[in-house]
């Protein structure tokens, strides 16, 4: 069985590759392929990846191109973790939309627009060279912001897509350490969109302890600024476990303050990173996944896809919390708007379990959200000007249409955007 890695010359590859050795048993890969546009940091991750493969599980063979056919022909599994324009185009974005008193988050925040529209035509781009060299691949897609990235490729490139993200496990962990149990003991009804979900209901072998949890919960934080927190009386009046990155709406003054206080972006801290791990990459004599890799973020991601690729392959009927399209679970979104939930996944794919209505407590902000990707998608399949200004004239973290203007003209000269 073979998978292909695009991007596999990002610094969190040698991860993946980790724990792909410790689920071996499970899925039994013996071709890897990395592919990546950057030939000098492609060699310098592929090297150190062929070391570490070497002393951990030889019978793999791992390789790195730059050519899409010798990496996607005959696939069996094809993970995207891509970044156009670098952490450089990250840190220029957020930097701009701050200046402009408008949050910059690159997933939840208009930088995640930006994101979103020189990513998509690249990864469809990818999909249409995948229809003639690997026709049955599944396509995990890790790539920010995943929710809007992944519908589009389900609707316009790749049906065979299953979108990921840290963020419910991560909760999930964090709830099984709270409460003293193993995590395949705790159950969570998630439910809502990437980087938007709510937890409604959470269970230990079956039983209900969201009650417990929203008593002594210490919240589950991704957003990088832990010290801000909402008030408690607030997690009892939504009833529900929010995703920590709904910080950014719930608390939209006060995380533009902080964001504006730090001295770094966040881009700029995973630059340091990565320059620290590309040079333990490029040194012959290494060979063991470096501790500094626990700062570059996306942790657990090896966990969640390589669990994914297994649920499918051996067809387990195993739920786990993606992002794929509604088809009728959520009563409130239609049916091709991508959703994150739990879900059946088998052979066939990742199956939405029926979640019905949510609350009118954040049943608006999900649907005013999923307008904003929605539009988003419209605008980098068509290229059109129109709909890209209206996505983040929706975007409820804009709030202006002359600020939408201004970030939008941005965004077009600095990505060389071609929106007509």
Partial sequence: ?????????????????????????????????????????????GEFAKRMMT???????????CDRKEALIKADFVVTQIRVGHQIARHDDTIFCLKNDVIGQETTGAAGFAKAMRTIPVLLDYAKDMQTLCPDAWLIN????????????????????????????????????NLGVKVSDVGLDYVGLNHLGWVRKITVKGRDCTEEILNKFVPYTATNIPELDYDPTFYHALKTLPNGYLKYYYLEDEMLKKLKEQRKTRAQVV?????????????????????????????????VALSLISAIYNDRNEVHIVNTLNNGALKDLSDDAAIEIACMVNKTGAHPLAAGHVDLAYRGLMQHVKAYEQLTVEAAVTSSYNRALLALVNHPLVNSEKKAKILLDYFIKRHNLELK
Avoid at 151 to 156: D, N, S, V
């Fill in 142 to 177: 890790f790539t920010n912001p995943s929710g809007i990235v992944t519908e589009a490729l389900i609707r316009f490139g790749w049906p065979r897509t299953i979108g990921l993200c840290n963020g419910p496990i991560g909760m999930q962990m964090n709830v099984a350490s």
């Fill in 271 to 303: 630059m340091e990173v990565e320059e620290e791990l590309l040079a333990i990459y490029r040194d012959p004599t290494q060979h063991e996944k470096p501790a500094a890799l626990s700062k570059r973020g996306g942790a657990y991601y090896s966990h």
């Fill in 1 to 45: 069985m073979k998978l292909c890695v695009i991007g596999g010359g990002s610094t969190y590859t040698p991860e993946l590759l980790s724990g792909l050795t410790e689920k071996k048993k499970e899925i039994p890969i013996n071709e890897v392929v990395l592919l990546d546009i950057d030939p000098e940091r492609l060699k310098d991750v």
């Fill in 55 to 65: 002393h951990l599980a030889p019978e793999i063979k791992l390789s790195y191109t």
